[in-house]
Antibody, heavy 121, light 106 residues
Framework: QVRLQQWGVGLLKPSETLSLTCGVSGGAFTAYYWNWIRQTPEKGLEWIGE???????KYNPSLRSRVALSIDTSKNQFSLRLNSVTAADTAVYFCARTRSSVDAFKWFDPWGQGTLVTVSS | SYGLTQPISVSVAPGQTATITCEGFDIGPTNIHWYQRKAGQAPVVVIY???TRPSGISARFSGSKSGNTATLTITAAQGGDEADYYC?????????FGGGTKLTVL
């Protein structure tokens, strides 16, 4: 059974860069799409973006100017970088898998365990 | 783009049926997916593509859609079903989630 395990720094100061990585085990890594989603009390669940196994990335327009997703197929890992963070970026961040190249047929399964990232001076 | 609207909370007595709705403009042509998130755990998909239940999900969970409203139905509700439930769709290349519904079984 495929498992997603994520890690990264959980406490940042304003203007710093958020960096998280998600490792995939127990299943295929290629031919899937790898996503980051965050959850805040104010905005609920917010999709950040996805990266394909060839490195092509797609981003939520609301975050596009600050976010970069990357993938390392040799390590079965993918990563999120979000720069110039503010308190509004405080959230639980999840990684998740989707399949299919057609958006309407993409659902998120499975999800990583979640990482609380707090931005505070 | 447009959003998905869910009731903030739904309460149900044990053994009864809970229904959670998800309304959105013109969701008919697309697919709605449903997730369950229990406290402290990662979300789990319970229904995908409007009506399909993944393997391992109880048959007490079902999904339907009519017009601009998708519905998640949980029959014979149990205490273990208490969780936040979210609907999700894609719009113009972006995944959108409903605001979530807190299900209380009491």
């Amino acid at each position: 059974q495929v498992r997603l395990q994520q890690w990264g720094v959980g406490l940042l100061k304003p203007s710093e860069t958020l960096s998280l990585t998600c490792g995939v085990s127990g299943g295929a890594f290629t031919a899937y799409y790898w996503n980051w989603i965050r959850q805040t009390p104010e905005k609920g669940l917010e999709w950040i973006g996805e990266v394909a196994d060839d490195g092509r990335a797609k981003y939520n327009p609301s975050l596009r100017s600050r976010v970069a997703l990357s993938i390392d197929t040799s390590k079965n890992q993918f990563s999120l970088r979000l720069n110039s963070v503010t308190a509004a970026d405080t959230a639980v961040y999840f990684c998740a898998r989707t399949r299919s190249s057609v958006d309407a047929f993409k659902w998120f399964d499975p999800w990583g365990q979640g990482t609380l990232v707090t931005v505070s001076s | 783009s447009y959003g998905l609207t869910q009731p903030i909370s739904v309460s149900v007595a044990p053994g009864q049926t809970a229904t959670i709705t998800c309304e959105g403009f013109d969701i008919g042509p697309t697919n709605i997916h449903w997730y369950q998130r229990k406290a402290g755990q990662a979300p789990v998909v319970v229904i995908y593509r409007d009506t399909t239940r993944p393997s391992g999900i109880s048959a007490r969970f079902s999904g339907s859609k009519s017009g601009n409203t998708a519905t998640l139905t949980i029959t014979a509700a149990q205490g273990g079903d208490e969780a936040d439930y979210y609907c999700q769709m894609w719009d113009s290349g972006t995944a959108l989630f409903g605001g979530g519904t807190k299900l209380t079984v009491l």
